[in-house]
C-alpha cells in the first residue's frame, strides 16, 4: 500500500537503499557470494558476452558494460532488443546472452530470446519476476529482489539491475582468478551506496526547489556526462520525459557541440553529470560551453570532483557502482516535475508497466 506517500513511484525511489539491502543478502547468505557455479562457470568460458534490453533496462545494461569488461576481462556488447532479433550482427564464436528486464515480459526481448534458442546459445536472464515468460524460457535466471515495482517509471529495479550486475561481474571474475575481481568488495560498495542514496533522499527538499527553479516554464531540457556519465544521462532525460512530459534528450557532453547545442536557448536547463574522474574536467567544459550559449546548467558531481559551484554532490564510490546513486536526484527531479504540472506519475500518458507488443 502507498503508506504516507501519494504515489508508487516516489515510494519506490525511497524504497532503494533497502533493496540494495536485500540484494546483499540474497546473494551473499552468511557473507559468501552464493552463485550457480555451472553458470558463473559458462560465462567464464565466453568469448563475448551480450546485454540484451530495452528502455531503462538498457541503460542499466550500458553501466554493466564497463562492470563486466573489467572485472572478468571478456568483451560486452550491449544491445537494444527491438533492434538485435532482426539484425543479428556476426556473433563471436563462443557467446553468452544476458537479457535484463524487470518484468520478464517485454516482447521484443522474448522475440531475441526465442531467436537464440533456436540457434542454441546459452542465455540468461535478469528480472524482478521469478517466474516471468523470460526466466523461465531462458537457461538461468537471476532475481532482481527490488520488491514489486508499481510505477510504470522504472526507479528501484534500474539500481537492483546494476547491483546485481556488479555481483556477477565480480563473481565471474573471481571464478577467472582475476585480481580486479577479488579485489573490487562489492559489499562494501553496495552498502556505501545505500547510505549515499538515503543521503540525498534526505535532500529531498532542496531537489524539489531545484525542480521548480529550473522548470518553472520550461519545455525542454538536455542531460550530458562522459562514460557511465552519458549512461545516466540517457536514463535521466528518459525519467524526466516519460513521468512530465518535458522534451528533453540524454548526450554524450562531447558529442553536443557537434550540432545539438544549437536548440540551447536561454535558460534551457542543461544537467550535466560530472561522475568520471579521466574526464571530468572535459565533461565541466563541455557544461560551460552550453552555459555560455544561455543553458541554465545544475551539476551533479560527486565529493571527490566536487567544485563549488555544483548543485548536488554524492558521497563517494567506486566509479562503477556510482552510477546507482547518481541517477537517484534525477528520479527525484523528473518526480516533482511531474508533480508540480499535476500529471498522473505512476500512470503516465500512453506509457504501460510492461511492454508486451513488439
Ligand atoms: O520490464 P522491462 O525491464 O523489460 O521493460 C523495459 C522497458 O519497457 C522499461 O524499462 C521502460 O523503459 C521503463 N518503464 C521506463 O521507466
Known amino acids: 500500500s502507498l503508506g504516507a506517500y501519494d504515489s508508487y513511484m516516489s515510494k519506490e525511489i525511497d524504497e532503494q537503499p533497502a533493496v540494495l539491502r536485500r540484494i546483499l543478502k540474497h546473494y551473499f547468505p552468511d557473507q559468501q557470494l552464493k552463485i550457480n557455479n555451472q553458470l558463473l562457470q ?16 538498457w541503460h542499466a545494461g550500458l553501466v554493466g558494460k564497463q562492470l563486466f569488461e573489467d572485472l572478468t576481462d571478456i568483451p560486452v556488447e550491449v544491445q537494444l532488443a527491438s533492434e538485435f532479433g532482426y539484425h543479428l550482427p556476426k556473433l563471436s564464436a563462443k557467446p553468452f546472452f544476458i537479457f535484463l528486464s524487470q518484468s ?39 532475481a532482481l529482489k527490488a520488491g ?4 510504470v517509471a522504472s526507479t528501484k529495479a534500474y539500481i537492483a539491475q546494476i547491483a546485481v550486475e556488479a555481483i556477477l561481474a565480480k563473481a565471474v571474475g573471481e571464478n577467472l582468478h582475476l585480481t580486479t575481481a577479488q579485489s573490487f568488495d562489492v559489499q562494501q560498495q553496495l552498502s556505501l ?15 524539489e526547489q531545484l525542480a521548480a527553479t529550473y522548470f ?14 552519458y549512461y545516466l544521462a540517457l536514463e535521466a532525460s528518459l525519467k524526466l520525459k516519460e513521468v512530465s512530459y518535458v522534451h528533453s534528450e540524454g548526450f554524450a557532453a562531447g558529442e553536443l557541440k557537434h550540432g545539438t547545442i544549437a536548440l540551447i536557448e536561454q535558460d534551457t536547463p542543461v544537467i550535466g553529470f560530472v561522475v568520471e574522474e579521466k574526464t ?22 560527486t565529493e571527490k570532483l566536487q567544485q563549488k559551484q555544483d548543485q548536488l554532490v554524492i558521497a ?9 546513486a547518481a541517477i537517484v536526484p534525477a528520479q527525484l527531479l523528473a518526480y516533482y516535475v511531474a508533480k508540480k504540472r499535476g500529471n498522473n506519475v505512476d500512470q503516465p500518458r500512453n506509457l504501460a508497466k510492461s511492454v508486451t507488443v513488439e
Open 42 to 57: 559458462q560465462i567464464a568460458a565466453s568469448d563475448r558476452i551480450y546485454i540484451v534490453a530495452a528502455g531503462t533496462s
Open 104 to 142: 520478464g515480459e517485454t516482447a521484443d526481448s522474448r522475440q531475441v530470446l526465442v531467436e537464440l534458442k533456436k540457434l542454441h546459445k546459452l542465455t540468461l536472464t535478469i528480472t524482478n519476476v521469478e517466474n516471468s515468460t523470460l526466466a523461465r524460457e531462458a537457461d538461468y535466471s537471476l
Open 148 to 151: 514489486p515495482e508499481i510505477a
Open 193 to 207: 551506496a545505500a547510505s549515499a542514496i538515503q543521503t540525498l533522499i534526505d535532500k529531498k527538499d532542496l531537489i
Open 216 to 229: 518553472d516554464n520550461q519545455e525542454s531540457a538536455f542531460f550530458i556526462g562522459r562514460g557511465n556519465g
Open 280 to 301: 571530468a574536467e572535459l565533461t565541466r567544459g563541455n557544461i560551460q560551453e552550453a552555459a555560455s550559449r544561455g543553458a541554465n546548467t545544475l551539476i551533479i558531481s
Open 316 to 324: 563517494d564510490l567506486d566509479e562503477h557502482i556510482l552510477p546507482i
